[in-house]
């Protein structure tokens, strides 16, 4: 793989110090799922090859009815020439979410460049890069879908 660009070395070192994330997930007009409420907890970071970094997230999940529950994701995120792609791992196999690139030549402000489609959905993001959180945004929309995740990624511990 070539050498990444300064802005994904800004981004890379960043991600990989990240320790604890917090999200809120909602449910736009027109959604038919009942996907929404709070999470906060801690990520483990692994580095398993030069170009990847695994997002162990474990935490307690809010439900908009008061209900809390255990939650654990994973992802994987993977550097590449043109940007970052994004994975959830369901059973250790890379589902792809979606891809980012820089908007900018310091690497603080990153985006989709298309929507990816996933069946009848479409799923896009930004992140921003801010003194001490990382901000990812995605939009998941589609024929039963409408939602919104807004993630909170910290250096230090859960992320509020």
């Given at each position: 793989?070539?050498?990444?660009?300064?802005?994904?070395?800004?981004?890379?070192?960043?991600?990989?110090?990240?320790?604890?994330?917090?999200?809120?997930?909602?449910?736009?007009?027109?959604?038919?799922?009942?996907?929404?409420?709070?999470?906060?907890?801690?990520?483990?970071?692994?580095?398993?090859?030069?170009?990847?970094?695994?997002?162990?997230?474990?935490?307690?999940?809010?439900?908009?009815?008061?209900?809390?529950?255990?939650?654990?994701?994973?992802?994987?995120?993977?550097?590449?020439?043109?940007?970052?792609?994004?994975s959830h791992l369901r059973?250790?196999?890379?589902?792809?979410l979606f891809s980012l690139?820089p908007v900018d030549a310091?690497?603080?402000?990153?985006?989709?460049?298309?929507?990816?489609?996933?069946?009848?959905?479409?799923?896009?993001?930004?992140?921003?890069?801010?003194?001490?959180?990382?901000?990812?945004?995605?939009?998941?929309?589609?024929?039963?879908?409408?939602?919104?995740?807004?993630?909170?990624?910290?250096?230090?511990?859960?992320?509020?």
């Amino acid at each position: 793989m070539p050498s990444p660009s300064l802005p994904s070395s800004v981004l890379w070192s960043r991600l990989s110090e990240v320790r604890g994330f917090y999200f809120a997930a909602q449910n736009g007009p027109g959604s038919q799922t009942d996907w929404s409420g709070e999470a906060e907890g801690t990520v483990e970071v692994e580095q398993p090859a030069d170009d990847k970094l695994i997002f162990y997230e474990h935490g307690i999940y809010q439900t908009p009815h008061g209900k809390a529950l255990q939650m654990r994701n994973v992802y994987q995120w993977e550097l590449a020439a043109d940007g970052v792609h994004l994975s959830h791992l369901r059973h250790e196999q890379p589902v792809f979410l979606f891809s980012l690139s820089p908007v900018d030549a310091a690497g603080l402000r990153w985006q989709t460049d298309e929507p990816h489609v996933c069946g009848a959905d479409l799923y896009q993001a930004t992140l921003q890069l801010e003194a001490d959180t990382l901000l990812l945004d995605w939009t998941i929309t589609g024929p039963r879908k409408n939602e919104r995740v807004a993630y909170s990624y910290s250096g230090t511990g859960p992320a509020a």
